[in-house]
């Protein structure tokens, strides 16, 4: 019995960490069919975003604080994908929307580009960068909330940006004295300390529940229901499905279609961004981490069924059961009479290696059996 | 200072890539080496004195691109030895450029073993200066000593080998292995290796590391929240974390493992601080030495000394002076053998809070390299020695 909940336990955790990575790409991939290759670049982003945040909490002002940096880190992080989500669908994606090839190419090159931008821009510079196109983006709305529009619009917009660039330049220098550990670029991994409380482990007995796995299902509860609240409980959400079932339609009725879709992809990277996070607590931070994650992702969606919420979800708690108890060779101690060929076979793939070789072997299989995933979106977007 | 003539060398190291972080330190201590060199008046062959300079290629962490750039240095700019590579699989891919051209590759990370060739100087430990001590010590005097092993890698040559003669070392010494289990290269989930762990060694013991970069990250943090530390009774011997490793991985995780290397920046020798505090005035005070560059910065000096006892620049004659010097290295008196390869001393560190290492064991003086490895079946009993021409490359003691 324990047993089987350790190895249930172990599931959850592998296949939470695989489902809050995929979670983003099931929005972007799933809903509007993009195919974002730089979408483990936005979790390297949102993983970094971890780093910067903790160095702020190591500053004597912060330092009390230092447990709960990591919740702060979640909401930036989200912020940081999510600014870079609409930037990049606003100047490059939404050209392209309908020409796969083109868009997968497009994204593999973002993916190159922003991990050059973190080998060769210092930490304390994109900081700088990213307050001050936070400042300048929703400056006017705050501006035409307070005043209404005014009579110069251009003015208060130039005044707005040259704020901003003030204010990030100012940050960027300020970073640069108080933090010289983001002072440099470097194409090292930087190195994110857990706060104490989430280091160690929740003893049960003789069972340890590692506290990182039990914050990253928490944290991708969470993120599941507040997908699920978004898309089928607010305004925007209900847009955005009509947007996907028929957009020629949805334009007619006046649902502002290009303001949907910056929504939508930008909500899909800022969840890339938390995952970001979540990742942090367990692997390394570096330039290259996005790509230890994206095949993982692509795997959850498509087995999932494109453009759908649940299908991802029990994706990935298959794959994670399947991995821990074909990896760590389970099978052996649930049933330790099994015959001796059997046993051999269990034995052979009990690696790490050759867990990973059998899981595609079944996805493969079951995609064979399934094209459209496990469960396939029915009704008219099947038929466009 | 007047110099009568110069000499190029040639520097091939990953610039760019994967490979690129840790490589590049070591071209940066090959160039203090020169530096250091030609201030104290350079190389003299034949009453001239040389300065040296270098001729820089990048081998951009791919194996083929390191082939190619061997030819070039030797082709086209006939530099007379070339320091360079740091995985096996770009020495791998060097070696037949330097036997058909019969040139001389200096080459210097602790490797696996199982090669001896007459075109190559190998200034790293084998497996018999690192991880042979190093097992040793886990089982004969570590706090998990008489306790179990386990056995954790990345999934390729090296670990693979490097586990194979731990096995057969265990064997011999009477412990137990009771579980191996290899991480694809660019997979970071380790929780079923930790599961793994658990189960197979329930009341603690000795877990070797052979993962690479990445992955030790995933691994350390992991290993902790499962409640696999020192404190219960689990300890890491880890053959690929150094100083700088500790730096991005973070000392709360690393605190109170093991590693083992010939050189440590803690060493409290004035070789040792003059090397350290030479490399940190040069590239920065935030700066680490470790032992790959030590090593590095050790063959340029070598390659200096074996030219000076020819008397010349010509690789043949080198090859045969080389054998037999002596160099007082960062680490200690280290001596080049007739196998290629150099005699260290071995270390044992456990790592400190602050992110250092506290040295627990030194070996008795240097030990002398094997090429061949003397635990593993298929190379038991048999030498290299370039020093007899009827002995060679692999003979039968």
């Known amino acids: 019995m324990s047993l089987l909940l350790e190895s249930l336990f172990n599931g959850a955790a592998i296949g939470s960490v695989l489902l809050i990575a995929a979670l983003g790409l099931a929005i972007v991939f799933g809903l509007m069919g993009v195919i974002n290759l730089a979408h483990g670049e936005l979790m390297m982003l949102g993983a970094y975003t971890t780093y910067v945040v903790q160095s702020f909490f190591k500053l004597p002002l912060l330092e009390p604080l230092f447990g709960a940096y990591i919740f702060v880190a979640v909401a930036v992080a989200f912020l940081v994908g999510g600014l870079v989500g609409l930037l990049l669908e606003r100047s490059v994606i939404r050209r392209l929307y309908g020409r796969p090839l083109e868009t997968l190419l497009a994204t593999w090159g973002v993916s190159l580009i922003l991990q050059q931008f973190v080998r060769t821009v210092p930490l304390a510079w994109s900081t700088g960068l990213w307050l001050a196109a936070m400042v300048g983006l929703v400056g006017p709305l705050v501006m035409n909330r307070l005043w209404g529009p005014g009579q110069r619009p251009w003015l208060l917009r130039l005044g707005n940006w040259v704020v901003a660039v003030a204010v990030g330049v100012a940050t960027a220098g300020w970073i640069r004295g108080a933090m010289p550990k983001l002072a440099r670029a470097s194409a090292r991994n930087v190195d994110v300390t857990a706060p104490r409380w989430l280091r160690g482990g929740l003893d049960l007995g003789d069972w340890t529940l590692p506290i990182p796995r039990l914050m990253i299902i928490g944290l991708t509860i969470l993120a599941v229901l507040a997908v699920y609240w978004f898309l089928n409980r607010s305004l925007w959400g209900l847009r955005i499905r009509a947007v996907t079932q028929n957009r020629a339609m949805s334009d007619c009725l006046g649902i502002p279609t290009q303001t949907v879709d910056a929504l939508t992809f930008a909500v899909g990277s800022g969840l890339a961004g938390v995952a970001g996070v979540a990742v942090s607590l367990l692997g390394s931070v570096g330039p290259n981490v996005g790509g230890d994650y994206i095949v993982g992702c692509f795997m959850v969606v498509v087995l999932g069924g494109v453009g759908n919420l649940w299908g991802a979800v029990v994706a990935s708690a298959g794959i994670g059961v399947l991995t821990d108890v074909i990896g760590a060779g389970r099978l052996l101690e649930i049933w330790p009479q099994m015959p001796a060929w059997l046993q051999q076979g269990v034995e052979f793939f009990a690696t790490t290696s050759m867990a990973r070789v059998l899981i595609f072997a079944l996805i493969v299989l079951v995609l064979q059996v399934r094209p459209a995933g496990l469960f396939p979106q029915r009704g008219r977007m099947a038929e466009v | 200072m007047a110099f009568d003539d110069t000499v190029a060398v040639g520097i091939l190291h990953s610039l760019s890539g994967t490979m690129a972080i840790s490589e590049s330190t070591l071209s940066e201590v090959e160039k203090m080496a020169i530096e250091e060199i030609n201030a104290a008046g350079g190389v003299t062959v034949d009453g001239k004195t040389y300065e040296i300079t270098w001729i820089e290629e990048d081998g951009a962490s791919d ?10 240095l ?18 791998k891919a060097m070696l037949p450029v330097f036997e058909s051209k019969d040139h001389f590759l200096y080459y210097p990370i602790q490797y696996e073993g199982q090669e001896c060739s007459r075109n190559i100087f190998y200034t790293g430990a084998t497996p018999n200066q690192q991880a042979e001590p190093a097992v040793e010590f886990m089982f004969k005097e570590s706090p998990v000593a008489g306790k179990p092993f386990f056995l954790v ?8 080998t490097s586990n194979t003669i731990t096995k057969a070392q265990l064997e011999s010494l009477g412990g137990e292995v009771v579980g191996e289990d290899y991480l694809p290269l660019g997979n970071t989930e380790v929780a079923p290796i930790i599961a793994k762990i658990k189960n197979a060694l329930p009341d603690g013991g000795a877990i070797i590391n052979t ?3 990445d992955q030790n990250v995933a691994f350390f943090k992991q290993m902790q929240s499962a409640g696999l530390t020192p404190e219960n009774g689990y300890y890491v011997m880890s053959f690929s974390i150094a100083e700088v490793e500790i730096d991005t991985i973070g000392p709360e995780y690393l605190a109170d493992h093991f590693a083992a290397w010939n050189f440590f920046q803690a060493i409290d020798t004035p070789a040792s601080q003059k090397f350290t505090e030479s490399f940190k005035a040069k590239y920065g005070e935030d700066r680490v030495t470790n032992d790959p560059m030590e090593s590095a910065y050790n063959m340029v000096y070598l390659w200096k000394a074996g030219v000076e006892k020819a008397n010349s620049f010509d690789d043949n004659l080198v090859r045969e002076a080389l054998i037999g010097v002596t160099f007082d290295a960062p680490q200690g008196p280290i001596e080049v053998m007739p196998n290629h390869h150099i005699s260290q001393t071995v270390r044992i560190g456990q790592v400190t809070p602050d992110g250092q290492f506290e040295i627990l064991s030194t070996s008795d003086g240097p030990i002398d390299p094997q090429a061949w490895n003397q635990f593993e079946p298929s190379s038991k009993g048999y030498a290299c020695d370039w020093s007899d021409p009827d002995k060679g490359e692999k003979y039968l003691l």
Request: charged share 25%; no cysteine.
């Open chain 2, 211 to 213: 993962l690479n970069g």
């Open chain 2, 74 to 91: 030797i082709d086209q700019d006939q530099v007379p030895v070339v320091f360079g590579g740091w995985t096996s699989a770009s020495r």
């Open chain 2, 153 to 160: 890698g990345s999934d390729y040559v090296f670990p693979r």
């Open chain 2, 63 to 72: 194996w083929p691109t390191f082939a190619e750039k061997a030819k070039k």
